[in-house]
């Protein structure tokens, strides 16, 4: 309840009306100097009045600035009392948002510093990518300035959660090792950062901690090793092969039984014990490349339980994006869950844990026994399913041909029902050579429609866009999908030089994969759900998704250099306009997603069947689809 008093006392003190009033009463100020010496009776009278009506308006001020810091100081108070004795997972992202919003009030300040070092560390595991993303030099300050409480409660994290705040402590320390590594400088001629010094400062404190000392330099020596295989160079003659990695400091990696796989998924302990998770034995001193823009690169680890998983590390790319969105992801299925109905259909997002080592590196767990929708259908040129089953129709380099040509944009939209007519969609056949079997083609059938519709429901409320063909995976064994590359969220495809109109992707192909019913059926039921769910929990998401979007280190510019490498031109220009307008989109990003979640995307608010109608009518419509990237591959 005090929440909700302080987010009004705050909307009020934010508008327009609060503003205006502040500058009248200004302006009457400024008027009343000049009336004060007048001595004719009537501009007394005047004075009289506008001085009691300033002073009124002064004490309204007043009140609400009191009104607004006492709700504040209330609000912070109750959740930090949930997230010491409850279990509410949603305090802590309140409480934070809370606090980094009011980080420059001392009271605010003196209040958490009571407060949260009393706080069981493991609640606060979730959100260290967001708190050490506003670390800061501690030298010369109070303990209770927001950067000396909040270095502390990391540091305390560090001790008590090596494996969750190490790698982020030390991407945040590495950050320049992808300049050393591109530009072959020597990383001591590098100057490092607010955030960098902080880290420093921290990894030097733990390494001096003899229980802590031996893990500080592994995660050391192993943070620095991934990122140079990162930036390892390809042999022009051997890039589709096996290719060997030179003795370094990753391939010295051996028996390290006290530290975890990094791309195991570890959930964090209130007991702190985390010796029942795999260490690792060693990484293959091989790697094998995937394709991309970038080359990144498939590698081993040999776990001590004898289990090899393939992890993927690329590195001049930033993945700090894509692991916060995996973040957001984990709590919609958490929010799912814990509804009935949601539950009981099994409706999740599929994620994959991402380790950023760097400002441009990482290391990916690799989606074991899965395939890009584009290998399936195209199969990289070779035709692929609608070869085998349309050999007469266009083909696939045909249809993009035509996109492309000076006469599609002359009439898109005749041009693009033509080309549909002419390639028509084959999905449906992957799940007949896939699943040959009645009851498990049934079952895939069944995970793929209901994957779909609770990607397309979550990815739409989070603006993510650039879902083309490569960017989503199919897993061979239950046909559920996997979204991979988050660069382009909060709807910032919207902005890209070749707009994308679709609220995600439904093209023929995808709705192909459902069965004769097409998008009615399962998939709209599910969409329903999903969106019923996602609705009814507009303020936890909400709450989740501000701390994220206010991250310093979340790139408010349009999207990451691969999608602008492919819609080439005007990126530069766009990126120019963006630069230090993150604070003004992060809030934009939060209105639209509020708007979303009450309905409200084509004016009036719509119910849920409503709002999902309206959804897949966009999705499908041709006058849509035929303005997308050539990319994107519209047709499938």
């Given at each position: 309840l005090a929440d909700q008093q302080f987010r009004k006392a705050d909307e009020?003190?934010?508008?327009?009306?609060?503003?205006?009033?502040?500058?009248?009463?200004?302006?009457?100020?400024?008027?009343?100097?000049f009336l004060k010496g007048d001595q004719e009776k009537s501009v007394r009278t005047a004075f009289v009045i506008k001085a009691r009506f300033l002073a009124m308006d002064k004490r309204e001020i007043e009140q609400c600035s009191s009104e607004r810091e006492s709700y504040l100081h209330i609000s912070i108070g109750n959740?930090?009392?949930?997230?010491?004795?409850?279990?509410?997972?949603?305090?802590?992202?309140?409480?934070?948002?809370?606090?980094?919003?009011?980080?420059?009030?001392?009271?605010?300040?003196?209040?958490v510093s009571k407060t949260l070092p009393t706080i069981p560390t493991y609640r606060l595991v979730p959100l260290l990518y967001q708190m050490a993303a506003r670390m800061s030099d501690t030298n010369d300050k109070s303990d209770t300035d927001f950067s000396v409480i909040l270095y502390k409660?990391?540091?305390?994290?560090?001790?008590?959660h090596p494996h969750h705040a190490l790698p982020i402590i030390f991407a945040l320390y590495n950050a320049s090792l992808d300049e050393v590594m591109e530009k072959k400088v020597k990383q001591e001629t590098l100057a490092l950062d607010e955030r960098g010094k902080a880290a420093s400062n921290m990894i030097k404190q733990l390494h001096k901690l003899p229980e802590h000392a031996d893990t500080v330099t592994k995660y050391m020596d192993l943070t620095s090793g991934l990122v140079e295989v990162a930036y390892l160079p390809i042999p022009k003659n051997n890039a589709r092969g096996t290719i060997g990695i030179p003795s370094s400091k990753y391939t010295k990696i051996k028996d390290w039984n006290n530290i975890p796989v990094p791309t195991e998924k570890i959930?964090?302990?209130?007991?702190?014990?985390?010796?029942?998770?795999?260490?690792?034995?060693?990484?293959?001193?091989?790697?094998?490349?995937?394709?991309?823009?970038?080359?990144?690169?498939?590698?081993?680890?040999?776990?001590?339980?004898?289990?090899?998983?393939?992890?993927?590390?690329?590195?001049?790319?930033?993945?700090?994006?894509?692991?916060?969105?995996?973040?957001?992801?984990?709590?919609t299925n958490q929010i799912f869950d814990e509804d009935r109905e949601t539950r009981a259909q099994k409706l999740k997002v599929r994620t994959y844990k991402i380790v950023p080592l760097s400002q441009r590196s990482g290391i990916l767990e690799w989606c074991s026994n899965t395939t890009?929708?584009?290998?399936?259908?195209?199969?990289?040129?070779?035709?692929?399913?609608?070869?085998?089953?349309?050999?007469?129709?266009?083909s696939f380099?045909?249809?993009?041909?035509?996109?492309?040509?000076?006469?599609?944009?002359?009439?898109?939209?005749?041009?693009?029902?033509?080309?549909c007519e002419n390639f028509p969609p084959a999905f449906k056949f992957f799940f007949l050579e896939q699943f040959p079997g009645v009851t498990e083609y049934l079952r895939a059938k069944h995970c793929y429609t209901k994957s779909v519709s609770t990607t397309s429901m979550v990815g739409h409320i989070l603006g993510i866009g650039d879902r083309h063909l490569n960017n989503i995976l199919v897993d061979l064994k239950?046909?559920?999908?996997?979204?991979?590359?988050?660069?382009?969220?909060?709807?910032k495809g919207k902005i890209l030089p070749s707009p994308e109109l679709i609220p995600f992707r439904l093209s023929r192909d995808i709705i192909d994969g459902f069965g004769p019913l097409g998008v009615e059926g399962l998939f709209r039921r599910n969409c329903e759900r999903s969106l019923r769910v996602l609705r009814a929990n507009k303020d936890k998401l909400l709450t989740v998704v501000e701390v994220m979007v206010h991250d310093p280190l979340y790139d408010w510019s349009v999207g990451p250099s691969k999608a602008a490498a492919k819609q080439k031109g005007e990126w530069e220009k766009l990126k120019e306009e963006e630069c230090g307008q993150g604070n003004r989109m992060a809030n934009r990003?939060?209105?639209?997603?509020?708007?979303?979640?009450?309905?409200?995307?084509?004016?009036?608010?719509?119910?849920?069947?409503?709002?999902?109608?309206?959804?897949?009518?966009?999705?499908?419509?041709?006058?849509?689809?035929?303005?997308?990237?050539?990319?994107?591959?519209?047709?499938?």
């Open positions: 009020y003190i934010n508008s327009n009306e609060f503003n205006e009033k502040k500058e009248s009463i200004l302006a009457r100020e400024r008027e009343g100097k959740y930090l009392s949930v997230m010491k004795h409850g279990d509410q997972s949603v305090a802590v992202y309140r409480m934070l948002s809370l606090w980094f919003a009011n980080s420059e009030d001392p009271s605010v300040n003196s209040i409660v990391i540091k305390c994290c560090a001790k008590e959930p964090a302990r209130p007991d702190c014990d985390y010796s029942g998770y795999p260490g690792i034995t060693k990484f293959e001193p091989y790697f094998k490349l995937v394709g991309g823009i970038n080359a990144p690169k498939k590698t081993e680890c040999l776990g001590t339980d004898g289990i090899r998983r393939p992890q993927m590390i690329k590195g001049m790319d930033d993945l700090r994006q894509d692991a916060v969105m995996q973040q957001v992801f984990a709590l890009p929708i584009g290998s399936i259908l195209n199969d990289d040129g070779k035709g692929g399913v609608h070869k085998r089953y349309f050999p007469d129709k266009m380099k045909e249809c993009r041909a035509q996109y492309m040509s000076p006469k599609f944009s002359q009439n898109p939209k005749k041009t693009f029902e033509k080309i239950t046909a559920e999908l996997v979204h991979i590359d988050f660069g382009i969220a909060f709807d990003a939060l209105i639209v997603l509020v708007s979303k979640l009450e309905g409200r995307e084509q004016g009036s608010a719509l119910s849920v069947e409503g709002q999902v109608g309206a959804l897949i009518r966009e999705a499908t419509d041709p006058g849509n689809l035929c303005k997308t990237f050539n990319g994107w591959s519209a047709w499938c």
